[in-house]
């Protein structure tokens, strides 16, 4: 059984940093792309951040500077390091891995961003 977990979300002030985790079990976690979504209430969900089987980073252009992925295949676990929070990065994150036809999700996080 495949599962995705996600953690690490939560309420945080303007200026402030979260790093959400997401830990995989029942895949062969090195051979996936990891990639991080947003969704906030009323809006599509969004691709954040994506990191290949082979470490390549790519972000949107709306995190990039401010956010960084990062993987570590011994514990199956990929993360986002958020910094300089901003109340538009308010959403559910949510960590999916892709590897051919492959695509699993998780359940999400709540990151809210507010004074």
């Known amino acids: 059984q495949v599962q995705l977990v996600e953690s690490g979300g939560g309420l945080v002030q303007p200026g402030g940093s979260l790093r959400l985790s997401c830990t995989a079990s029942?895949?062969?976690?090195?051979?996936?792309?990891m990639n991080w979504y947003r969704q906030a209430p009323g809006k599509q969900r969004d691709l954040v951040s994506t990191?290949?089987?082979?470490?390549?980073?790519i972000y949107a252009d709306s995190v990039k500077g401010r956010f960084t992925i990062s993987r570590d295949n011994g514990k199956n676990t990929v993360y986002l390091q958020m910094n300089s929070l901003k109340p538009e990065d308010t959403a559910v994150y949510s960590c999916?891995?892709?590897?051919?036809?492959?695509?699993?999700w998780g359940q999400g996080t709540q990151v809210t961003v507010s004074s």
């Open positions: 999916n891995a892709k590897w051919l036809s492959l695509s699993y």
């Open positions: 029942g895949i062969s976690f090195s051979n996936y792309a």
């Open positions: 990191i290949t089987r082979d470490g390549i980073t």
